[in-house]
């Protein structure tokens, strides 16, 4: 019986990913590197999660201009990615308040409806708590973090998806089992991780990752308003969804 539903965040809760790479470019801008990560490179950059990582990614496998600004020792350049790091956190985070993101389809509805049926609500993302608290608190309101029982962000894991622990460390808060749950998603490196902690999954392709398969998901729909058999009826949304993710995860058909 389906217990808990797990969110994924960036392109799954929200189509973040384009309000990440305004606030990368805008750090590079700031830095003066020359730096400018289109739509079709950050698709690319996105096969690795983190964003430190996705720096080092870039500096490391792609044609980038190297400013004087980037230090060539080791221990200075990893300090160096840091810092830009979070000043592009910062800056996406003033986005994010300002109203840069809002929730895909669906998933407000499901929200609600899930709380009100007793299912629980948790958060398993390879990005920042902090950047997990801003996004929930713009689009679910100032007590919104209130309604999920377990968050565990890519900061508190040695590491991070499509290695499985972020998940693990979810199931430990909420301290159910991996078929008890069900984890919702983006991403082939998502799906990856969450079967890595045998967990069933249903994939919500974002704007970045529409060319990507998912064989092993439980299905994969445009968004989760998608789940809603009756779309004319907007009051029965959440309760429709539900239905069609419980069913999913019994092995029955959404409908």
Known sequence: ????????????????????????????????????????????????????????????????????????????LTAWIAALHSRKTALYNELVASGAASLRPGVEALINEARTAGIRLAIATTTSLTNVESLIRATLGPNGLSLFDAIAAGDMVGAKKPAPDVYLLTLEQLGLAPQACLALEDSLNGLRSAHAAQLSVVITPSIYTTHQAFPQALTSVCDLAALAKDTTRSAMAGHQILTSLRALHAGKPAF
């Open 1 to 76: 019986m389906l217990q808990a539903l797990i969110f994924d965040v960036d392109g799954t809760l929200s189509e973040t990913e384009e309000t990440h790479r305004a606030a990368f470019n805008t750090a590079f801008a700031e830095a003066a590197l020359g730096w400018v990560w289109d739509q079709s490179l950050y698709r690319r950059l996105l096969d690795v999660t983190g964003g430190k990582e996705r720096l080092r990614y870039f500096l490391e496998s792609f044609d980038a201009p190297r400013s004087p600004a980037v230090p060539t020792d080791e221990a200075e």
